[in-house]
C-alpha cells in the first residue's frame, strides 16, 4: 500500500470518533468554519462607548476562552476584555485610539461550528467563511459507524459570559439539566411531562417540585396549558410576581429610609481643561507597577542601591494595575483636599441607641477623608469605600479604583469587608456621566451614607463666551447634603473649594513638595 493512501486512512482511522459524531448530526465530513464577530459588551455604569487602548492579539493569533483581547478606557476606568470564543482571530475592526460604540463589533474570530442541527436557529451575526472545503457527501463514508466502547462523548465547555450562545443555552433546557429530584423526576415521566417546560420551579434555585408538576397537569387537563414545546414560546397568560433578590431589598429598604433625611440641591459645572492638558504627561509616568504591560528594566550606569536598599514598590494585585490615568481619581483626591479644609464633610452623625433618643444628636468627626463610591454590578448596587483618601496618590487611588470594580463584576461579587467598611464613608460620589447625555442628576442620600452625595454628570467640550468662545471641557455635578446638619451656604462654598482645586491641579505639586 502505498504512502499516499496510508496517509488518508491513517488520519481517516484518528478522527473516526469525530467523524461518527458529525455524521450523526449533520451530513458534513468535519465541523463548519464560522467567523465569529466579537461586540463590545456593556461594562457598567451605563457606558455608551469605549476607546481601544491595546490590543492583546494580532490577526492571525489563535485565542483560548477567557484569553485577553483587548483594553478599553471609558471616561470611568479601563477594563480588560477576554475571548468569548476559542478560534483564530481574523481580522481587528477597532485601532488602538479608536472609540468604539457598545454593540459594535471589535473583532472577528473563527471557530467551529460545534452546534447540533437546531443550534443554528438565531445565529445571524455568525458568517459563513467562503473559503471554506465543500464537505463530501454522506454517502461516501455511511459504512462507517461507531464502534461500541470507541465513541467517547466530548466534555463540553463553559461557555463564556459574552458569547452569544450563552444566552441561548440558559434559555433551552431540557428534561436532564433541570432542577429536580428524583423521585419528581420519575413521577413526571409517569405523567408524561416535559420538565423542561416547569423550569425554573417554584423551589431553592429554581427547584422543580411535585406541587409544580401538578400544577402543570391541572393547567393542562383545564385546557389552559399551551401547545407550545418550547419554553421561549410561552407567552404568560397571568401577573407575574418576582421575588426581589438580596441586593435590590437591600436598596429598596435604604430608598425608604432615605425619605427621613431633609435634601438640600446644589448643582453646578466645573472645568476640567487644565486637568485634561496635564493627564498626557501624567500618563507618561505612570510607575511601573501600578502597570499592566510595564517596560523592561534597563540597566543603569550608576546603582542607585549602592549604599542602602531603595525602598521596594507596594505588592499590586493584578486587578489593580492599569494602563492609563482617567479624570475620576482626580476628582477624589481634589475632594479630599477640600474634605480636609472642611471638617464638616469628614463627619457622619453619630449613631445612638434608642434609649438615648432624648439626648441631642451628634457628630464625628474623621481624622481623614473616607469617600464611597457607587459602584453598578451584575448583582446590584454597592457603595464600597475609599478609606484615607488624602493619604493617596492619584496612581494609588486610580489602582484602588480598577481593584473596586474588578471584585464588583465578580459573581457572585468579590466585595468584601475590607471594600466595605461597616462606618462607611462621610461623602458617597457617583459617577453616571456616560449614561446617556445627562449633565445633571438627583442623587439620594441614605442613613449612614454620610453628610452629603454628589453626582458626576457627562464631560463635554463647549465654547465659554466668558472666555471669548474659548473651548473649554466642563462637566456638571450634583449635590445633595443632609439639610439637618448641612447649611445651603456652606455647601455652596464647600464645592467652590472642590473648584478651586480641580480647575487648577497644579496646586496638588505644591501640597506635595
Same mark, same amino acid.
Given at each position: 500500500?502505498?504512502?499516499?493512501? +496510508?496517509?488518508?486512512?491513517? =488520519? ?8 461518527? =459524531? ?14 465569529q ?6 461594562? $457598567? ?5 469605549? #476607546? ?8 492571525s493569533?489563535a ?6 483581547l483587548?483594553?478599553?478606557? @471609558? !471616561?470611568?476606568?479601563?477594563v ?10 481574523? #481580522?481587528?475592526?477597532?485601532? #488602538?485610539?479608536?472609540v ?11 471557530? &467551529? !461550528?460545534? @452546534? ?25 463514508? #455511511? ?7 470507541i465513541?467517547?462523548?466530548?466534555? &463540553? ?11 441561548? &443555552?440558559?434559555?433551552?433546557?431540557? $428534561? ?21 417546560l ?44 418576582? &421575588? ?54 534597563k540597566?543603569m ?22 494602563s ?12 479630599? =483636599? ?33 469617600i ?17 483618601? !488624602? ?18 463584576? %465578580? ?24 449614561? $446617556? ?6 442623587p ?13 454628570? %457627562?464631560?463635554?467640550?463647549? =465654547?465659554?463666551?466668558?472666555?471669548? $468662545?474659548?473651548?473649554r471641557?466642563?462637566?456638571g455635578?450634583?449635590?445633595?447634603a443632609?439639610?439637618? +446638619? ?28
Amino acid at each position: 500500500m502505498s504512502a499516499f493512501v +496510508v496517509r488518508p486512512l491513517r =488520519r481517516l482511522l484518528l478522527r473516526r470518533p469525530v467523524l461518527a =459524531r458529525h455524521l450523526h448530526r449533520s451530513s458534513a465530513w468535519a465541523a463548519r468554519k464560522l467567523v465569529q464577530p466579537f461586540k463590545l459588551a456593556d461594562i $457598567g455604569e451605563g457606558i455608551t462607548e469605549c #476607546e481601544v487602548i491595546k490590543w492583546s492579539v494580532k490577526p492571525s493569533s489563535a485565542v483560548q476562552v477567557f484569553d485577553p483581547l483587548c483594553e478599553v478606557q @471609558s !471616561d470611568k476606568a479601563s477594563v480588560e476584555i477576554t475571548s468569548p470564543f476559542e478560534g483564530v482571530v481574523t #481580522e481587528l475592526l477597532v485601532k #488602538e485610539g479608536e472609540v468604539a460604540k457598545v454593540g459594535s463589533n471589535l473583532c472577528l474570530i473563527e471557530v &467551529e !461550528d460545534e @452546534s447540533s442541527e437546531d443550534a443554528g436557529e438565531g445565529y445571524s451575526d455568525q458568517l459563513p467563511l467562503q473559503k471554506s472545503e465543500p464537505a463530501p457527501t454522506e454517502s461516501k463514508y #455511511e459504512e462507517l459507524e461507531p464502534q461500541e466502547g470507541i465513541v467517547k462523548e466530548v466534555p &463540553e465547555r463553559r461557555l463564556h459570559p459574552l458569547d452569544p450562545r450563552a444566552q441561548a &443555552e440558559r434559555l433551552k433546557v431540557d $428534561g436532564s439539566n433541570v432542577l429536580a429530584l428524583p423521585s419528581v423526576r420519575h413521577f413526571a415521566k409517569q405523567s408524561g411531562v416535559d420538565l423542561s417546560l416547569l423550569a425554573p420551579g417554584s423551589g431553592k434555585g429554581g427547584r422543580i417540585g411535585k406541587k409544580d408538576v401538578e400544577s402543570y397537569l391541572s393547567r393542562a387537563s383545564s385546557g389552559s396549558a399551551s401547545s407550545s414545546s418550547s419554553p421561549s414560546q410561552m407567552a404568560p397568560e397571568n401577573d407575574v410576581v418576582v &421575588e426581589l433578590g438580596r441586593t435590590r431589598h437591600a436598596m429598596w429598604k435604604a430608598m425608604a429610609k432615605s425619605l427621613e433625611i431633609p435634601h438640600f440641591g446644589y448643582s453646578t459645572y466645573l472645568d476640567l481643561t487644565n486637568l485634561h492638558n496635564m493627564l498626557p504627561l501624567l500618563n507618561t509616568h505612570i510607575p511601573p507597577h501600578y502597570l499592566l504591560n510595564p517596560p523592561e528594566d534597563k540597566p543603569m550606569s550608576v546603582n542607585p542601591s549602592a549604599i542602602h536598599p531603595a525602598p521596594s514598590p507596594p505588592d499590586v494585585p493584578p486587578t489593580a494595575k492599569y494602563s492609563r490615568l482617567t479624570y475620576l481619581p482626580f476628582l477624589l483626591k481634589t475632594l479630599s =483636599r477640600a474634605m480636609t479644609d472642611w471638617p464638616l464633610f469628614r463627619s457622619s452623625i453619630t449613631p445612638s441607641p434608642e434609649s438615648s433618643a432624648s439626648q441631642k444628636p451628634t457628630l464625628t468627626v474623621r481624622p481623614h477623608a473616607d469617600i464611597s463610591i457607587a459602584l453598578s454590578t451584575p448583582t446590584g448596587l454597592y457603595t464600597p469605600t475609599l478609606q484615607r483618601v !488624602d493619604t493617596h496618590s492619584v496612581y494609588a487611588l486610580a489602582a484602588r479604583l480598577a481593584h473596586v470594580s474588578a471584585l464588583g463584576r %465578580r459573581t457572585p461579587s468579590g466585595l468584601g469587608p475590607a471594600e466595605m467598611p461597616r462606618a462607611g464613608g462621610t461623602l458617597t460620589l457617583s459617577n453616571v456621566g456616560a449614561l $446617556g447625555r445627562g449633565e445633571f442628576a438627583h442623587p439620594v442620600l441614605v442613613p449612614g451614607g454620610g453628610v452629603a452625595i454628589v453626582a458626576i454628570g %457627562r464631560a463635554r467640550w463647549v =465654547r465659554d463666551e466668558e472666555r471669548h $468662545g474659548e473651548r473649554r471641557l466642563q462637566v456638571g455635578v450634583s449635590w445633595s447634603a443632609d439639610h439637618r +446638619v448641612v447649611e445651603g451656604a456652606e455647601l455652596a462654598a464647600f464645592v467652590e473649594c472642590w473648584r478651586a482645586y480641580i480647575e487648577y491641579p497644579e496646586r496638588l505639586v505644591a501640597d506635595a513638595v
